[in-house]
């Protein structure tokens, strides 16, 4: 039977998912450029759950740990994504309200690290009772969204949500490396952070993290863009 913190990263993982695929086929794109991500949500799901569910990276013996491949695997793919062509297409068709508005889906992984410390599987300083605190960027990207009648300059608050939005994952991310029992280990403390090796909660980086850099690279993205017109002009 699964525990609370388990069975809210099944769900949560699934709603990143909706909400993300939803907006995208809600936007003025062609068939296939709503279809490219839908199979690769769906891809990215069913791979990366297999390979938490496997065990295949819980293993961390050597260093550096197979779970090194699958965060720089986020990171590559979330990136090259943003910068294809269709990352391209994606943030032209795209508001900065709607890209900013998209990050206050982080409350769900803030929410998951809170169970799953209270469930002793993960490390305090992982959590908002330590030293994560991209809750900021949910709640600062909800008010943002919220108040976007009411504030002047999309760009300038475009670029202050991403330095925020992207300062605070580094930092979590920083955390969560340096909380696993490698030799890069900082935070000596227990439980180390292995759990998000195992299913479902593998899900945290390979959606929830997937997702945040994919909308911080497609507002980036859009941002350049802008910028090149203007000078062209």
Partial sequence: MYTMSQSFAFISALITVAIVLGWIIRLPLSRRDKLVPLVGGVLILLVSGAVGASGMVEDFSEFPPPMMGVLLSVLVLS????LSPWGGRLALAASYRELI????FRFLPEILLD???RDGVAPIQMTYHGRNFDIITAVT???????????????SWAIFHSVIGIGLLLN???VAVLSMPTPLRIFENDPANTFVTQFPYIWLPAIHVFAAILLHGLTLRKLAMARNQRNQL
């Fill in 79 to 82: 990136c090259g994504a943003a």
């Fill in 101 to 104: 508005g998209l990050q206050s």
């Fill in 115 to 117: 169970l799953a410390w």
């Fill in 141 to 155: 990207a909800l008010a943002i969204f919220l108040l976007w009648s009411k504030l002047r300059s999309e760009r």
């Fill in 172 to 174: 979590i991310l920083a």
